[in-house]
């Protein structure tokens, strides 16, 4: 049974950073494309980023474009994702997800397409 657990959320003011950390276990972790997801209230689920089974690919959402990165450690089997210069906006519950399949270098932006989610952390930013 393959689970993930993410951590690393709060509250912090505009323009802080915040680090997400996803820890995976019950499959070896370099099998799975991963992927941080995001649902704020009343919204529906949507893609923030997502990074290849290698880490040497990388996506993001256009409006997280150079305020987060993604990665990953394969001997430890965590992804993070580093926020920085957060906004009101990004107040969300953020998830991680894996992806069986595709090669070392793929990636997947959409929601569908994976296989296991975690239970998701609170992001909140105050303006």
């Known amino acids: 049974q393959v689970q993930l657990v993410e951590s690393g959320g709060g509250l912090v003011q505009a323009g802080e950073s915040l680090r997400l950390s996803c820890a995976a276990s019950?499959?070896?972790?370099?099998?799975?494309?991963m992927g941080w997801f995001r649902q704020a209230p009343g919204k529906e689920r949507e893609f923030v980023a997502t990074i290849s089974r290698s880490g040497t690919n990388k996506q993001y959402e256009d409006s997280v474009k150079g305020r987060f990165a993604i990665s990953r450690d394969n001997a430890k089997s965590t992804v993070s994702l580093q926020m920085n210069s957060l906004k009101a906006e990004d107040t969300a519950v953020y998830y991680c997800a894996a992806r069986v399949g595709g090669n070392l270098y793929s990636t997947s932006a959409g929601t569908s397409g994976y296989d296991y989610w975690g239970q998701g952390t609170q992001v909140t930013v105050s303006s």
């Open positions: 019950g499959r070896t972790f370099g099998v799975f494309i």
